[in-house]
C-alpha cells in the first residue's frame, strides 16, 4: 500500500484525499489543514485523520474539539508521497520541508513548473514522472489542453492551436470574488501564460492563448482553433479520434446540452462526488473542420479535472506501475467515462 | 412493496425517483418523460424503465435507441402512487388521467390547493394525508417555511409571522432565465402567495410574505421576523427548539458558512446525491430575539426539500404507516441530519 | 461663492464635484485623488484642478503629463469646506488635517457617526447642522430610509418599522468583487448596522434591519414593514404622502418598471449625469396596508442618493441659506423630480 | 431638412432618435411606439411627437393620457426617411408598407442581409448606399469587426481573421433573460453567423467566428486573431493605424481600465446620453504580433455602437452628402472621441 497524505484541503485537496481512500493500492494516512471548518468537519466524519498545517492550527483544532494527528511534519513522517493543495505559491514554502522529510511530492498546477523535474499529465508523459521526486499535476485548463491537443495531434498532427479560454471568475465556495456583470482581462496582455503552461507538457506544440475572466463559478470555456497538418481531416475523423482519446467526454446538443451549466447538471446526474466532471466536455455539434483548420468548444471543470492525474503522479513518482495499469486502476476508482 | 411510479422527469422528478428506488417499501416502477436527453439517457443506465409522457415521446424514445415502457397510462396500470412532478399547471390537466386510471397522486406545489384534498408537510399534517386520493406535497419555500414556524409555534406560540423571500430566479438547468445584475419584482404587488400558501399547511398562522427573484440558481434566501406569544424566550431557547425540530438544519459562522455557496459547497461534502440538501438551513448567528420578536436568516434547496415529503406522503395517502415510521424511514434511507 | 473642495474622487466624489460645479453659490476649487486613471483624465478634460493626495500622487501625476494644483492641503488653505470622499475610514485619518486647516468638513457614511456633530438627511435636520464644522452626510441606505421614514412618520406616526436589505455587492466600477451566484451574509448577525444608523438621524425611530448581498451592481432594494400609530391609513393615503414627500419618486408597473434594471434603465432615460437616480424609488403597486401595517419596495441607486444631501450639508454649515431655499436650489441644479 | 421617423422606441430607437434630434440637418418627425410605458413617457417629454403602432397602439397610448401623432402609417407620410428599429424579423413585416408609402428606409442588423441593397458601415461603404431606398445598419457586432478591420485590412491588409465572441446575454432593460453562472452555447453548432455577416460589409475579409452567451448585460467581448499579409508589422504600427482609424478607441490598464466594466465606467464619465460608447474599444496592451498574427480585445457596446452608422445611412441614402461631409457632422454631434 502506498502511505499518501494530502497537504491542503481546500477545492483540489478534498477531492484528491477522496480520490485516494478510494484506491486499492493506497492508504490515505491523513489531511493537513488550517481551519476546523465545515470541510474538517466533514473529513473527520469520514475517519479522515486531521493534521495541523502549524502548532496554531493544532490548537484551534483542539479548540473546536478535533482529535489531531499532529503537525503537517507528523503527516510526512508517516506518508510515502505527500499532495500538496495548498494555496498557489505555498507549495514552494512547503518544498524545503518536504526535502527535509525524504518524501516525493506532487505539487499543484498554481505552482511555477521550475518547482518540480516533470509537469504531469498521465496520457502525455506518464513515464518522465517515473521515479522522481517532485513532480507537478499542471492546472485544470493545461491538463484539459494537453489531453484534448496530445490526442488530436496524435492522429492528425497539430501545426498551431489557438485558444480563446472564457475562465469561471471564482470557485463555488469563495464567494468573495467577482465580478459581477463584467468581463475581466486579468491580465490584459496577450499572450496568456495557459499556452507555455501546456508546453511544459507538450513541448513541441504551437500554442498562442488568450484569456479572460467571466461571471460564472463553473468550467472554463475554451475556443480552439487549430490547423492540422494532416490533409483530409473531416468532422467524423475527429470525433472519432476524440471519443476513443482517453478521459476526453463528448457531449451532444441532442442530448439537451447546450450550456456549462447543462454539462454541470449531467454531472450530477452521474452520481460522482459533489457532481464533479474529471473529463473536458467537447461538443459534438461544436466540431467543425474549414480548409484544414480543426474548430470546437471544450468545457472544463476546474475544481475536479485534475484529480485523476493526482492519483496516476502517485503511482508514476513510485514508478512500479505502468502507465497503462495506473490509468486503467485510476479510471475504475473514479467510474471515468472513458 | 409500493408500486410507485414518477410522471415528469425535471428537477423534482429525477429526485423523487431517485428516493423512491433507496425505500426499502417502495418500487420505482418508472418512470414517464417527454424527451430523450440526458436525464433520460442516466435514468436508462441506472435501469429505470422509461415510459413516454404520450406517443409521440414514446417515438422520440425509440428513435433515439431506447427501450420504452410504453405511455403514461400503461404505468400508470402498474402502480399504487404516482407522483406527478410535471411543469406547473401540467397536473391539473392530468388529474382526469389518474382518476380513471384510479391512482393515489402526489401533486407537487405549482399546483393550486385546490387539486388535492391536502396540502402536505409531513411534520405538521401527516395524518390529514391517511387514505386520500389527492395529495399535495408543497412548494419548496412553503415545505421550508412549514418546518420552521410549526417547530417554533409548538415551542413558543407564533402571533406573528412576516418573511421576506429572495428568491433564486433560475434552477441550474435552466441557463436561459435572468435577471442579470437584477433584483426582479414578480410581480411587484405585496404580499406574495408564499403567505396563504403557507395556510394550507399550518392554518393558524399569522403570516405576510414579501417576494422578488435575484440573479442565483441555487438557494432561497428567508428574512424571517415572528413575533412570539411566549414570554422570556431568548436566543439559547431557540437555537434548542430548532435543533429538535425535524428536519431542520442549524449551520454557523464559525464552521465557515457565511453564504449560500457555502452552505451548498457543505452539501455537497455531505456526499447525498446532487449535493441535495433537504433540510432548511438557519444560521445559529443570525438567530436574534429583541423584545419579543425572533429574527433569523434561513435557505432553503429549491431542487429537493420537497424529496423527504414526497415520500412521506406516499405512505401516507396508503395508510399503513404512521407518521413517526414513516419519518424514520425516509430519514435513514436519505441519510437526512436530523 | 461658496469655495469647495473634494478629496477623494471616487464613486461619490466624482459625482459631488460635478454636482458642486453646477451650484450657483458655490465654485468648484479642484478635487484631491491618488491616481492618474480615466477618472481624473476627464476631471482634466472638464476643467477640474487636481490636487494629488500626497508628495508621490503629486509625482504620478506630473509623470503622466497632469498639471497639478499641489497636494490636499493646498486645495485645504483654498477652500471654504472640503467634501471628504475618500474610501471607508479614511475619513478619520484626514480629521486632523482637516482641523489644523480650519476648514467645515462634510464627510461620508462609510465613517462613524462619532466623526461629527451631525448625521445629516436635508429633510430632516438641516438646521442641526447649522453653522457646525463637521458634518456627516449618511450612507445610501441611511438616506433612502431616512427620507422616506420621515416623510411616513409626519404623515401617519410610524410605531416600529422593520427593513430587510437585498444590498447591491458591488459598485460597477469594481469589478474585482464578487458573490457570483451567491446571497453572501456579511456579517451574518442580526441585526444589521442601517437601524442604528438611521436612528442617528432620526432618534425617535424605532428600527430593526437585516441586511445581505446580492449578485447586483446597482441599487439596494429594500423592504419594508412599519407599523403606523395612526389609524385608518390606506393605501391611497400613503401614496399621496409619498408623492408630496421632498426627494422620493414613486414608480409603477403601469410604466413597465418591474425590476432595478428597469429603474435604472429609467434614470438614463431621463438624461441626468452618469444616468444616476438621486431618488429613492418606491414601487406603486407594492404599497400594501393590511391592519396598520404597512409594506412596499423601494430601490436605492447607491452611487448618486447622497449628492443632494452633500450640496445641501454644504450650505448648511456655512450657516447663512435656509433648508427651503437650499434644498430648492440643490433640486433645480440636479433636476430633481420632485 | 430631413425629415426622418423612428419606427420602435427600444434599444435601438430611442438612441437613433435623440441622434437625429441633434443633426443639424434633419428633423425628427415623431417615433413609432406599441406602449405608453416609461421610454413614451421621457420621450413625450423631450417633445418627440409619438405614433402608435397600430390603432390598438393609438388606443393605448390615449387612454394613458397621451396626445398621438396618428398610426405608423400617419408617420410615414411625413418623413423622407424612417429608421427600422422593430425586434428582429419585424422590419421584415413592414417593408412592404414602407413600399407602399415611397420612403427610404434603415433597417437594423437584427434583419437579413437580403432586406437591403447594402449592408452598411459608413467608413467602409457609405457610397454604395447612395441613393438607394433601402439600406441596412449592421449589428452591434459587424459594425465592431468591419471598423477595426476595414482599418487594419487598408493599413496591413489581412489575410485571415479569426475572432471568439463573448456575448452580453440580455440587454440591461430585459431583466427576464440569463443565463446566471452559465455559458450558454446559442447555437452550439460552429462557425458563428457574425463572420458571413462582416462579409456583407467586406466581402474581401477571410473571416470566421465562435460565439457564445456570458452572463454579462453590457459590451461583447471579441479576442481577435488575425493573420497580416504585409511582413514586418509590430505593435506599434497597429497601434498608430487604430488610433487613426475612424470611430475606434484605444483603452489602456495604464487609465485604470481593465474589465468591461471599467469601459462602461469610462463612457459614463464621458457625460453622453446614458452614458453611451459609440466606438469600439481595444485595450492597447492587449495588442500583441507573434509571426505575423495580430492578437487583441475589443470591447462593443451593444445599445450603442450602431448610432453613428444610422445617422450617415440615412445621409446617404438621400444621396446629397459625401461620407467625409456626413461621417464629421454626425462624429461633431455625438462628441464622438475621434
Known amino acids: 500500500m502506498i502511505r499518501v497524505g494530502v497537504n491542503g484541503f481546500g477545492v483540489i485537496g478534498r477531492r484528491v484525499a477522496d480520490a485516494v481512500a478510494k484506491q486499492p493500492d493506497m492508504k490515505l494516512v491523513g489531511i493537513a489543514k488550517t481551519r476546523p471548518d465545515y470541510k474538517a468537519q466533514i473529513a473527520a466524519q469520514k475517519g479522515y485523520t486531521i493534521f495541523g498545517s502549524d502548532d496554531e492550527a493544532v490548537k484551534g483544532f483542539k479548540t473546536a474539539g478535533y482529535s489531531v494527528g499532529g503537525t503537517v511534519k507528523d503527516l510526512l513522517a508517516q506518508v510515502d508521497v505527500v499532495v500538496d493543495a495548498c494555496p498557489e505559491d505555498v507549495g514552494k514554502e512547503n518544498k524545503e520541508l518536504y526535502r527535509k522529510a525524504g518524501v516525493k511530492v506532487i505539487f499543484q498546477g498554481g505552482e511555477d513548473h521550475e518547482i518540480a523535474q516533470v509537469s504531469f499529465v498521465a496520457q502525455c508523459n506518464y513515464d518522465l514522472a517515473k521515479g522522481k521526486q517532485f513532480v507537478r499535476a499542471v492546472s485544470c485548463n493545461t491538463t484539459g489542453l494537453s489531453r484534448t491537443l496530445h490526442t488530436l495531434d496524435q492522429a492528425f498532427q497539430i501545426k498551431r492551436a489557438r485558444v ?175
Not at 464567494?175 to 501546456?198: A, E, M, R
Not at 456549462?260 to 454531472?267: G, I, K, L, P, R
Not at 480543426?294 to 468545457?299: E, S, V
Open 164 to 338: 480563446v479560454i472564457a475562465r469561471r471568475a471564482s470557485d463555488p465556495d469563495e464567494p468573495t470574488k467577482g465580478p459581477i456583470d463584467s468581463v475581466n482581462l486579468d491580465p490584459v496582455t496577450v499572450p496568456s501564460h495557459h499556452g507555455p503552461d501546456v508546453q511544459t507538457v507538450l513541448p513541441n506544440i504551437d500554442i498562442i492563448t488568450m484569456a479572460y475572466k467571466i461571471p460564472t463559478t463553473h468550467m472554463h470555456l475554451h475556443s480552439l482553433i487549430c490547423t492540422l497538418k494532416q490533409n483530409g481531416v473531416n468532422e467524423e475523423r475527429v470525433i472519432n479520434a476524440l471519443s476513443e482519446g482517453p478521459r476526453i467526454l463528448l457531449v451532444s446538443q441532442k442530448q439537451g446540452i447546450k450550456a456549462t451549466a447543462h454539462v454541470m447538471d449531467y454531472a450530477r446526474e452521474l452520481g460522482r462526488n459533489r457532481g464533479d466532471l474529471y473529463e473536458p466536455a467537447i461538443w459534438k455539434e461544436s466540431i467543425k473542420v474549414v480548409d484544414g483548420e480543426l474548430y470546437f468548444f471544450m468545457a472544463v471543470h476546474q475544481e475536479s479535472i485534475v484529480v485523476p492525474e493526482n492519483i496516476d503522479a502517485i503511482r508514476a513518482v513510485l514508478g512500479a506501475t505502468s502507465k497503462t495499469e495506473s490509468m486503467a486502476i485510476t479510471d475504475r476508482s473514479l467510474a471515468m467515462l472513458t
